[in-house]
């Protein structure tokens, strides 16, 4: 099986979110749930308070580190544009941006707009100019969308998407592939939904039993998302969570592939058909 592992990057400073959005009351009453159910620890409730006090909320360079050390040629999708809880600013965004792609790795959109075709097209032409890059992807913050948010991603330009959260195989939407969402760290670690309430065994079961369930399904290209802002000590289960992830998939004999090498090797396979 191939796999491809993505980054949503959602925030990169803690301070951002002052009189903007409720991230930071709600990422407190969120810890004090979780400390107070016993699912997250003493230590690691201190490290996500000094977080906020230290004003980093992103591990973007911990883990294009760790994804070089391991072979994983990911991805990284950065919002240019504000909403949802979403509310860097569009420097912070391009500095990152431009950091990550120097690095060597992969960026992408993480949309917004997903309804007016208009606004598609304006975060698209964002990402665009403060890039210098033609031909990339997208992938929907909070994974929005509705019966036309793939057509018009593709009308656009897009070169494909990822956020439809379903176990099938890639496909095509016109000229732009679809690559189902099939692995989220939230789903994993969160079965409720709001709150950290897996273990790390727990979690590592149901990662056992989907990539299980997409071999059944003849699925080829795997896709994988990991936040950075929880490839941290502060969030300890999730980061272990990856860290064991990719170095089973490693030794179960995957082979970690980017959404372009996916799209090249897809795009061969069609042309022999
Ligand atoms: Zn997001």
Redesign the pocket.
């Known amino acids: 099986m191939n796999v491809i592992i993505s980054h949503?990057v959602?925030h990169i400073t803690a301070w951002e979110h002052l009189g903007r959005d409720l991230i930071l009351p709600k990422h407190i009453v969120r810890n004090c749930i979780e400390f107070g159910l016993k699912h997250i620890s003493l230590g690691e409730t201190a490290r996500r308070c000094g977080d906020i006090i230290k004003n980093r909320w992103n591990n973007i360079a911990d883990l294009m580190k760790f994804d070089r050390g391991r072979g994983v040629p990911s991805t990284f999708f950065f919002g240019v544009q504000n909403g949802l809880g979403?509310s860097y600013t569009p420097d912070d965004a391009k500095l990152w941006m431009n950091r990550v792609a120097r690095e060597g790795f992969s960026i992408g959109v993480?949309g917004i707009a997903f309804e007016l075709p208009e606004e598609i097209r304006r975060e698209h032409d964002a990402f665009a100019a403060a890039t210098g890059l033609d031909g990339f992807g997208i992938r929907m913050?909070?994974l929005r969308r509705n019966p036309e948010t793939l057509a018009n991603l593709e009308k656009t330009g897009y070169k494909f998407d990822s956020t439809l959260p379903e176990l099938t195989p890639p496909f095509k939407v016109g000229g732009m592939w679809e690559f189902p969402l099939h692995i989220m760290d939230g789903d994993i670690l969160c079965g409720n939904g709001r709150w950290q309430d897996r273990t790390l065994e727990q979690a590592k079961d149901s990662t056992k039993a989907i990539l299980e369930a997409s071999a059944d399904r003849g699925i080829e290209y795997f896709t994988i998302l990991l936040h950075d802002r929880y490839f941290s000590d502060s969030f300890r289960t999730w980061k272990e969570w990856y860290v064991w992830v990719t170095e089973f998939l490693k030794e179960s004999g995957c082979r970690f592939v980017s959404y372009d090498g996916a799209i090249g090797e897809l795009e061969r396979a069609h042309a022999v058909l």
């Open positions: 949503d959602d979403l993480h913050h909070y």
